[in-house]
């Protein structure tokens, strides 16, 4: 899910190939604006750019769909040569320029949002589950999930374009989710369990920072002015809220 502040809209993609725009009400209510029906396989990962009134989406079907924000209709595609089953993480190195994106069949690649091209793909010898990633601009590192239990840490050459592996962390007990926590030099990581880990973005270095009270966490959210933490618990229904 994706949150398109300007127009209150939130953009959600599907297993059943759809993405559903909602509209949120003056009664705080979704409303179904929408239903987009481009994508021919899972639909996955969702990029607003708000400054270019476009958004981009992902999936398990080849190619990048780009969108125009205002009108919700498809304006053209970025070709990935073929390549399909992509993750829902679609990261930004250059905004407005650069976007990566990972493929279940093991690479990462880099596409040009301005000629629409790709520049680069970069093997990471593992199944590159990307649905989790970040990109630390200050840092010039870009943090992925590669595999159920790892995660690549790769430092973004501007000149060059390309990537170059710094590190791999292993041994997460599955499905690493990253997140970056505001001002503080530090990634927070969740391991899909009960465990929440820090990442120093300066040395590299990770602890272990608290167990959560869950049987298993899901999705997490951040309010980043009152410094909380929201958790979904993939097995009972609810969110658990903490403070960081």
């Given amino acids: 899910i994706k949150w398109y502040k300007k127009e209150t809209m939130a953009i959600v993609t599907g297993f059943d190939h759809k993405i559903r725009i909602y509209y949120l009400n003056k009664n705080r209510r979704f409303v ?17 750019h708000e400054d270019t009134s476009k958004f981009y989406s992902v999936g398990w079907d080849p190619d990048i769909r780009i969108w125009n924000l205002n009108t919700l209709k498809l304006e053209g595609k970025i070709s990935t040569g073929g390549k399909n089953c992509i993750g829902s993480a679609i990261v930004e190195l250059e905004k407005n320029k650069i976007m990566a994106v990972g493929f279940f069949a093991g690479g990462i690649g880099l ?66 989710t990253i997140h970056e926590l505001p001002d503080q030099n530090e990634i927070l990581i969740s391991d899909g369990k009960k465990h929440l ?11 272990k920072s608290h167990e959560l009270d869950l049987v298993t966490a899901g999705g997490f959210a951040f309010d980043r002015k009152k410094r909380r933490l929201f958790v979904t618990n993939r097995i009972m229904s609810g969110i658990s809220i903490f403070q960081y």
Avoid: W
């Fill in 32 to 48: 179904l604006l929408k239903v987009l029906n481009e994508h021919t396989n899972h639909a996955m990962g969702i990029l607003i």
């Fill in 197 to 207: 880990y820090l990442l120093n973005t300066e040395t590299q270095e990770l602890t």
């Fill in 111 to 176: 596409y040009n949002l301005q000629t629409k091209e790709e520049i680069g793909y970069y093997e990471t010898g593992y199944s590159c589950n990307m649905n989790s990633a970040v990109y630390v601009e200050s840092q010039g590192l870009f943090y992925s999930r590669i595999s159920n239990s790892r995660l690549g840490i790769y430092a973004y050459d501007k000149n060059e374009m390309k990537l170059s592996l710094v590190k791999v962390i292993e041994n997460f007990a599955t499905h690493p």
